[in-house]
């Protein structure tokens, strides 16, 4: 993570640093809702498939039959 990391970018969405470590160590999960406030609050530099693909598969998983 760039630009302060974590506390830079926890404290910007209103989140505690440890909490989102945590999401990007797949150790804790953040609701769906929350992931769709992540990624618009980030201008999707975090995406709501990253967080949770459970609801929204990656794209490259999507298209890898497609070619």
């Known amino acids: 993570m760039k630009h302060g990391g974590f506390p830079a970018v926890a404290k910007a969405l209103g989140f505690n640093a ?4 945590q999401v990007a160590k797949k150790r804790r999960r953040v609701s769906a809702d ?3 406030y992540i990624e618009a609050a980030t201008d999707g530099d975090i995406s709501k498939s990253d967080l949770r693909p459970d609801y929204w598969p990656p794209e490259e998983s999507q298209n890898r039959g497609a070619a």
């Open 18 to 21: 440890e909490f989102l470590r």
């Open 34 to 36: 929350t992931a769709l």
